[in-house]
C-alpha cells in the first residue's frame, strides 16, 4: 500500500519561503507520478505543481511558474516543493499525491490539469501566509 507523508507547512510572512516534503513508501518510487494539490477554504482543489519519477517531466500551476520549483530525489523518495514569494493567496492546506506512471504513458499534463483524479493522498500540511 503506497503511503505519503507529507512535512514542511507552517506560518510564513508574504514574501517568504517554505520547502514542502513528500515521502513516499509502499512501492517503487520511480513508478510514480507525484504533485502537490492544494485547497484553500471554499475553494476547490487545485494542482500546484507535479513531476514524473521516471523522466522527471514537470508541470506547474501558472500561478506557481516562477515561484515554486518541484523536485525529485530518488536516493530518498521524497519529492520537494520549493515555494519562494509566497504570498496571502497561496495560503491553503497543501496535499501530496501520487499515481502510477504506467497509466499514464502519454504523459502526466492531465494530472496537473485535473487535481482530483490522482490515486493516492496525503493527510496535508498548512501553509499559512500572513499579509
Known amino acids: 500500500e503506497v503511503q505519503l507523508v507529507e512535512s514542511g507547512g507552517g506560518l510564513v510572512q508574504a514574501g517568504g519561503s517554505l520547502r514542502l516534503s513528500c515521502a513516499l513508501s509502499?512501492?517503487?518510487?520511480?513508478?510514480?507520478?507525484i504533485g502537490w494539490v492544494r485547497q484553500a477554504p471554499g475553494k476547490e482543489r487545485e494542482g500546484v505543481a507535479c513531476?514524473?519519477?521516471?523522466?522527471?517531466?514537470?508541470y506547474y500551476l501558472d500561478a506557481a511558474k516562477e515561484r515554486f520549483t518541484i523536485s525529485s530525489d530518488r536516493a530518498k523518495n521524497t519529492v520537494y516543493l520549493q515555494m519562494n514569494n509566497l504570498k496571502p493567496e497561496d495560503t491553503a492546506v497543501y496535499y501530496c499525491?501520487?499515481?502510477?506512471?504506467?497509466?499514464?504513458?502519454?504523459?502526466?499534463?492531465?494530472?496537473?490539469?485535473?487535481?482530483?483524479?490522482?490515486?493516492?493522498w496525503g493527510q496535508g500540511t498548512q501553509v499559512t501566509v500572513s499579509a
Open positions: 499525491a501520487a499515481d502510477p506512471l504506467y497509466k499514464w504513458p502519454w504523459g502526466i499534463a492531465n494530472l496537473q490539469d485535473y487535481p482530483t483524479i490522482w490515486t493516492y
Open positions: 509502499g512501492d517503487t518510487f520511480g513508478d510514480y507520478a
Open positions: 513531476i514524473s519519477n521516471s523522466d522527471k517531466s514537470t
